[in-house]
T-cell receptor, first 118, second 110 residues
Framework: GAVVSQHPSRVICKSGTSVKIECRSL??????MFWYRQFPKQSLMLMAT?????????EQGVEKDKFLINHASLTLSTLTVTSAHPEDSSFYIC??????????????FGPGTRLLVL | EDQVTQSPEALRLQEGESSSLNCSYT??????LFWYRQDPGKGPEFLFT???AGEEKEKERLKATLTKKESFLHITAPKPEDSATYLC???????????FGAGTTVTVRA
């Protein structure tokens, strides 16, 4: 149980275009979903927290107009990188936490999306 | 602000050579301490949650322990498939966000 998927697994786009990444909890309802970014040889940095039906809460230094997060249902959250630039190239990982039945403190992570902006 | 420090940064072991990884943390109130395993190009895989000092959890060759200031991940008789980066993260009381350490990259040679 507690499986989280992401799509796509990798994407290459041109500078100035937008890219959407999907995160789904496959076998549980996600009370909260989190989006992280990981640069090579570095640890995970939290970008934002989203609850179903609410606006996302962004961490300090993360541009909310550039990284649009939508959490439309208890099993789906999307991250859209708008007007992507080469410096946005990174590994984007989502996580989800469920209700008490799924050990509500624990975040289960997706496999990640590798974004390369040319 | 939460601080999580992992040591060593990298660990090279011979197959069967047991060792320990350290995670020291500073948090005003601990909800939980988490250990994850991350393989290259993959998302973190959940291993353990520890909630209070004195708690221990085991899974196969891994054993995690917790004190008020640090956690240890013991790897007993490691195999090459245990090679990965092990991440420690803390969750503060009243919040579900995770603060991660930089990780320890373990390489086990056959």
């Amino acid at each position: 149980g507690a499986v989280v998927s992401q799509h796509p697994s990798r994407v290459i786009c041109k500078s100035g275009t937008s890219v959407k990444i999907e995160c789904r909890s496959l076998d549980f309802q996600a009370t909260t979903m989190f989006w992280y970014r990981q640069f090579p040889k570095q640890s995970l940095m939290l970008m934002a927290t989203s609850n179903e039906g609410s606006k996302a809460t962004y961490e300090q230094g993360v541009e909310k107009d550039k990284f649009l997060i939508n959490h439309a249902s208890l099993t789906l959250s999307t991250l859209t990188v708008t007007s992507a630039h080469p410096e946005d190239s990174s590994f984007y990982i989502c996580s989800a936490r469920g209700s008490l039945a799924q050990n509500q403190e624990t975040q289960y992570f997706g496999p990640g999306t590798r974004l390369l902006v040319l | 602000e939460d601080q999580v420090t992992q040591s060593p940064e990298a660990l090279r072991l011979q197959e069967g050579e047991s060792s320990s990884l350290n995670c020291s943390y500073t948090v005003s109130g601990l909800r939980g301490l988490f250990w994850y395993r991350q393989d290259p190009g993959k998302g973190p895989e959940f291993l353990f949650t520890l909630y209070s000092a004195g708690e221990e959890k085991e899974k196969e060759r891994l054993k995690a322990t917790l004190t008020k200031k640090e956690s240890f991940l013991h790897i007993t008789a490691p195999k090459p498939e245990d090679s990965a980066t092990y991440l420690c993260a803390v969750q503060e009381s009243g919040d579900y966000k995770l603060s991660f350490g930089a990780g320890t990259t373990v390489t086990v040679r056959a």
